[in-house]
């Protein structure tokens, strides 16, 4: 059982009790966690997720020969889509097309959304870029013939050849689309699709049980004064202001 269900337990003890907040104090919150028992396997298996998912090739292989825990796919496929991944962050993004196309055809065939969006990246380094000519001629030949085909297409595009009309895009309303976020938001997608298409989650584990933590910490709170974890990077139980 781990943390988060202690404090989901601990919730349904006292939802019945009287408006008034129960105190509980650290020593008997420290008293139910170390009645928690956690088997070590299932902890290293949830960091070996999170390795894998976010690409930490080295890591995970170190912490496969240390812990003796297999990771849930190919560690040199992790190897190829940061190599993607990478290639987008960096505004390669024929290059990263061609990567995806080798690690599965299947990827951009059967994603007509994500292939739009490397397509809609291509463009908006071409603009970067300066090369306004044939950004607009890219847009016209590959990218409106898709717009006609679905709305929500058209109007990404629109917004994007808009980048076009302005000199000065520190004054273009849709200028956020240069900024490196836009890069990292579609490395994101094509990550995200790779492992899809892998047979594994899309998003590790871990980020998601801690913010089930919160949110269970703060029901709680609402019925409880208790010892709680502020800081995730540390773990540690600060005391309640009583």
């Not at 061609?98 to 959304?113: A, F, R, S, Y």
Request: hydrophobic share 40%.
């Amino acid at each position: 059982m781990s943390l988060f269900w202690i404090v989901i337990r601990q919730l349904a003890e006292i939802e019945a009790m009287a408006t008034s907040k129960k105190v509980i104090t650290r020593e008997e919150w420290e008293k139910r966690l170390s009645d928690v028992k956690i088997r070590k396997e299932d902890m290293n298996r949830l960091v070996m997720n999170f390795l894998v998912t976010e690409g930490y090739v080295e890591a995970a292989e170190k912490f496969r020969m240390e812990s003796g825990t297999d990771p849930d796919i190919d560690l040199a496929t992790i190897t190829d889509r940061m190599a993607v991944k990478k290639a987008v962050q960096a505004g390669n993004v024929e290059d990263a097309i061609e990567k995806v196309n080798d690690l599965n055809p299947e990827i951009l065939d059967t994603n007509p959304q994500l292939f739009f969006h490397l397509q809609q990246q291509r463009l908006i380094e071409l603009i970067r870029n300066g090369k306004l000519e044939e950004a607009l001629e890219f847009a016209q030949e590959e990218l409106a013939p898709r717009g006609e085909e679905n709305q929500s297409f058209l109007e990404e595009l629109e917004k994007t050849v808009a980048l076009l009309a302005f000199e000065d895009v520190s004054n273009c309303p849709v200028g956020e689309l240069l900024d490196v976020s836009q890069r990292l938001k579609t490395a994101s997608e094509v990550n995200a699709a790779i492992l899809t298409s892998q047979s594994h989650e899309k998003d590790p584990k871990l980020p998601s049980l801690l913010k089930m933590l919160i949110w269970a910490q703060n029901q709680l709170g609402e019925k409880a004064v208790y010892p709680r974890i502020n800081d995730l990077s540390t773990a540690a139980l600060e005391d309640p202001a009583v």
